[in-house]
């Protein structure tokens, strides 16, 4: 008696494992659509039923980009936080999570350690990247189609490395320049502070210590290290003895200022936009001085 149970719960198990390793993963082409307007107690995405595949895709415009295995685009929501949705309900319906029932895998060009999952509040297990959980657009149609990006300046697609993909030169997982250049900006409330070579705000992290990063993981996704290849270069007004440089815990060269490191932010589009100061009381423009506003 004990050997056929024994014998029935290995077969049960090696089921399980198979259905693992040869199932598809949902996309929307294969999701039953929502209509977006009116309330539905049907779920926005249908149920996953194998690993999720995630790979990377070359888009003219935008680069690389994170895709499923048919090719349709991935993105992220500036609005959750590490490793947890936000988005349900009229939300999901719009932009499915990408969902899985075993560990999702990478394709070529994705980093393995950076996937993983979270699981949302109806039970389903999301796929995230680098702490991002990962979504489709109702409207992408083919593979191919990144008509969510920038969707009310919250929804962007995601690089290999991890980062959403914005017009902000930094996040935009753009290459570090050999070397970064700092410049001086004005602004009418908050006077002058430290921008980079195209305009774009420069913050400082309160919970840094001198020289030393503290803003790593989903953190980092939101506030991107300003980077160098080589010594950072000072513009006008700039003290050229203040610049400096910090090493990441992934070898990257982070530009410091006062052994303040610098960083972007995500929320600002254009040159001259201030929205990351004072964000949480942590983040703040640093003036020329060396010193937060």
Not at 71 to 83: I, R
Not at 165 to 179: I, K, L, Q, R
Not at 231 to 254: N, Y
């Amino acid at each position: 008696m004990k050997s056929k149970l024994l014998l029935f719960s290995l077969t049960v198990i090696a089921l399980v494992a198979s259905a693992c390793a040869s199932a598809t993963p949902v996309s929307p082409t294969s999701a039953p659509v929502i209509p977006v307007t009116g309330p539905t107690s049907t779920p926005a995405a249908a149920p996953a039923s194998g690993p999720a595949a995630v790979d990377v895709s070359q888009d003219s415009k935008l680069g690389s980009i994170l895709v499923d295995s048919k090719g349709m685009t991935l993105y992220m929501y500036t609005k959750d936080t590490a490793n947890t949705s936000s988005c349900y309900s009229s939300c999901a319906t719009a932009w499915p999570p990408l969902l899985t029932t075993c560990a999702p895998t990478a394709g070529t060009g994705v980093d393995a350690s950076l996937l993983g999952t979270t699981t949302r509040t109806d039970g389903s297990t999301q796929v995230t990247y680098n702490g991002l959980p990962l979504y489709y657009w109702i409207k992408d149609k083919a593979a191919g189609d990144t008509t969510g990006q920038g969707v009310q300046n919250v929804w962007y697609v995601v690089d290999p490395s991890g980062k959403p993909v914005t017009s902000a030169p930094a996040a935009s997982g753009a290459a570090a320049s050999s070397g970064a250049m700092v410049n001086v900006g004005q602004d009418t409330k908050l006077g002058s502070f430290l921008v980079d070579s195209k305009g774009m705000t420069l913050y400082l992290y309160t919970k840094d210590t001198p020289n030393t990063s503290n803003c790593y993981g989903g953190c980092a996704t939101y506030w991107p290290p300003l980077l160098t290849t080589g010594a950072p270069a000072a513009g006008s007004g700039v003290t050229a003895s203040m610049l400096g440089t910090t090493k990441r815990t992934d070898g990257t060269t982070q530009v410091t200022y006062n052994g303040w490191p610098l960083y972007y932010y995500i929320g600002d589009k254009a040159a001259g936009d201030t929205t990351g100061e004072n964000v949480q009381n942590v983040w703040f423009v640093i003036t020329p001085d060396g010193m937060q506003k």
